[in-house]
């Protein structure tokens, strides 16, 4: 007996263990790299995977596959960091915990997922993903909102199945067990919203853009509304004929202050269509603001220039999660070095002696930094 729990204890030390493969990219079109210590040591097919790698894309995609079975598609724009992995095969249990920051990836268990449910972990800014042996993929936008879809297990036969995920956060949890169910998670302070099966098929999901325009729930949402008001009949009422306004509610008792016009005469369906053309304008308000937010960050969405940069007088280094920015003026012997935050976003204006440094964009945010060097 001693020497059977040996042996497994062995299996799990050479699975763990720095240095140790634990997968492969099976595929990879376009470019994409793995990370180790902030060193590239792969951009192709046949590299090898360690705990603590990081695999990013830019224009392209990635398949690894890992020891135990388990895959990962990582597709356009797209960056996750493998922080745990240790398995056993001699039982097929063992521990995984992944980290998607930005991006598109699709997930597909292997036999950790299947034998030790309670371990299977992949988190996002905003949420964490328990897996009970299925497939999903999780998408974080450029503002760090994420969306989780849960998606059937098929085998080369065709035969598909659908397991269970848990989204949770400090806000709250759903668990989603139908093919297709998204959610979408705000922040890590705010519940996940209600799961709603989309009208997306997997290439679809597994293609969205960072930068999205519209919203696969809002879309599904205005679908199912305006599908109950075809049935209704209510896209036929004369909008122009309503007089439910005419009167003046601000005159009524202080027992009727939750009560609006609306809610005492009007017909409920008119009542939706106000409702709606008031969150579609909000909607428009919130896409301009989304617009302008890209705009302002379109230097950080292009490739952001490591190390000296003759042009800013700047060196930038990003130790994860840390931007790491320097800059000297000779003449007047002043130096800067920040350490930032690389979860948020600055602007920098610098001024040392005689130079000058203006709206310097690093990371997504409006947090405005200044700093005034003179002699």
Partial sequence: MKMLVLLAIGFLSIASSAGAS???????????QIKRENQTVGDSTGTTIQQMDEASTKKGKMRIDFIDETRLDVVDHSKVIIDEFIYDPATGKGSLDMRATLGAVRYASGQIAKNSRQK??????????????????????????????????????????????????DGGYVIMNQPFQMTRVESYNQSPTKPVVVD?????????????????????????????????????????????LDD??????????????????????????LTNMIDELNKALLAALRDELAKQNEE??????LGYDEETGLFLDFEDP????????????????????GNYGYKLNIQQGDEV????LLGVGNNNITIIQKQ
Avoid at 216 to 240: S, W
Avoid at 255 to 267: F, M, N, Q, R, S
Avoid at 322 to 341: A, C, K
Avoid at 357 to 360: E, I
Wanted: aromatic letters at 10%; a negative charge.
């Fill in 322 to 341: 840390m931007w790491h920015v320097r800059r000297q003026d000779i003449s007047i012997q002043n130096t800067l070095d920040l350490y930032l935050n």
């Fill in 200 to 244: 997306l098929t997997e290439p679809q999901i597994s293609g969205m853009l960072i930068l999205r325009r519209t919203d696969p729930i809002d879309e599904t949402n205005m679908k199912m509304l305006q599908e109950a008001r075809r049935e209704a009949g209510v896209l036929e009422y004369d909008f122009l004929e309503f007089d439910g």
């Fill in 357 to 360: 440094l203006y709206d310097y």
């Fill in 120 to 169: 299977v972990r992949l988190r996002t800014p905003t949420a964490t993903i328990s897996v009970r042996g299925t497939d999903f993929s999780m998408i974080v936008n450029e503002i760090g909102e994420s969306y989780v879809t849960l998606l059937p297990s098929c085998d080369d036969t065709g035969f598909c199945v659908t397991g269970e995920i848990k989204v949770e956060n």
């Fill in 22 to 32: 634990i997968g492969t990219v099976t595929e990879l079109s376009g470019i994409g």
């Fill in 300 to 305: 950080f969405f292009a490739d952001k220039k």
């Fill in 248 to 273: 003046d509610a601000l005159v009524d008792s202080i027992k009727d202050i939750w009560v609006t016009e609306l809610d005492k005469g009007a017909d409920y369906y008119l009542r939706e269509q």
